[in-house]
């Protein structure tokens, strides 16, 4: 039995939440051992879950995940990071306590807590000392229970600068020459997860200033930038992608950054809007770049308008870095040159 947990650093909540006496959190062995001290902890008493919300979240942060996975398993719940883009066990949670901590998840993202068969989306804001760190929830009822991933949009992301995201010398310049013009669209393409909301804050970032009028239509708002006008997506009010583009444009913008551009509404008023002396941002889901030209055509856009409006198309993915304490310099021989000319000529033939 665990009586409650606590992390340096991390805010201590003296309002406790009951809880199962009988429960216990059985730690994983990870890489970094991040969260084995919590399966060491011992002691008596109801567990905090409060607490174990905050510590699952902060350590997911120390870990530099971004997404928390809450997975219903027959006997136990199961807790995965997502690091570096590979999946990750890190503990596993007594059955006794998925049910509060998935009814203190949506209290916290302020969803229905009676609803245990449809889809729900919602937002919760964590504090750890002093920093905000917001969190996109997503709960999907399966077989087991209700899963929930929590996707964490840290600050980093609009910090990053275009080199840091691996744009050099002449990407770089074709990327800088696209920003530049006071006209067009601007699209990163890419699979989910692959930080195409990321490049288009990043030029936005460059891009902002008091004499320019910068609005973004996103669902979900991840960032939040000082000078621009950030506008979340509400169904409900009747506020989607192609409406809230509609009401831009009588907002009078310079930049508009569309979060995703689905349907063909939504496209249709996109391009107008490049066509009219706007510069657009906006995602789009293809595997590559030259993808997304065919992608705007079956969604109604004429070619004569895609060639006109489309500035650049940045197709993207994202690649896992090697470990700073485990990295090695290494020389290449001769032999591993040759042998890696054979694999190159080997993977053409295939392609």
């Given amino acids: 039995m665990l009586s409650q947990i606590v992390l340096p ?4 909540n003296k309002k406790k939440e009951s809880a199962p006496n009988e429960a216990a ?8 051992r991040e969260l084995e001290h919590i399966g060491a902890r011992s002691g008596s008493g109801p567990i905090n879950i409060i607490e174990l919300l905050d510590s699952i979240v902060f350590n997911a942060l120390k870990s530099k995940a971004s997404d928390v ?3 219903p398993q027959e006997d136990q719940l199961l807790v995965r990071y997502r690091v570096d883009g590979i ?4 503990l596993t949670i007594d059955k006794n306590l998925e049910q509060a901590l998935i009814f203190k998840i949506k209290v916290s993202a302020k969803l229905r807590t009676d609803e245990h068969f449809a889809p729900q989306d919602g937002r919760i804001r964590f504090i750890f000392d002093g920093k905000k760190l917001d969190t996109r929830v997503s709960i999907l009822p399966i077989t087991r229970g209700e899963k929930v991933v929590m996707r ?5 992301g609009r910090s990053f600068k275009l080199e840091d995201l691996g744009l050099k010398d002449n990407e770089l310049e074709v990327v800088q020459k696209a920003y530049s013009k006071p006209y067009g669209m601007i699209l990163a393409v890419g699979p ?6 990321t490049t288009l804050y990043s030029i936005l970032k460059i891009l902002n200033s008091s004499e320019v009028n910068i609005t973004t239509v996103e669902d979900p708002v991840e960032y939040d930038l000082p000078g621009v006008n950030h506008i979340q997506i509400n169904t409900k009010a009747n506020l989607t992608f192609a409406t809230g583009l509609r009401s831009i444009l009588r907002q009078d913008p310079d930049i508009i950054m569309v979060g995703e551009i689905r349907d063909a509404e939504t496209a249709r008023i996109a391009t107008n809007a490049a066509l009219t002396g706007h510069l657009v941002l906006s995602t789009l889901h293809t595997n590559d770049a030259v993808t997304a030209i065919p992608r705007l055509m079956d969604m109604g856009i004429e070619g004569f308008l895609v060639a006109s409006t489309v500035n650049l198309v940045v197709a993207q993915r994202l690649a896992r870095k090697l470990c700073d304490e485990c990295k090695k310099q290494f020389t290449l021989t001769k032999e591993d040159m040759e042998e890696l000319k054979k694999d190159k000529t080997r993977y053409r033939r295939s392609a």
């Avoid at 959190?25 to 970094?32: D, E, H, M, Q, S």
């Fill in 9 to 12: 650093g991390l805010p201590h």
């Fill in 25 to 32: 959190i059985k730690g994983k062995t990870v890489a970094k």
């Fill in 69 to 71: 996975h809450l997975e």
């Fill in 87 to 90: 999946m990750r066990e890190m």
């Fill in 152 to 156: 964490l949009l840290t600050s980093e």
């Fill in 192 to 197: 989910t997860g692959s930080g195409k909301t």
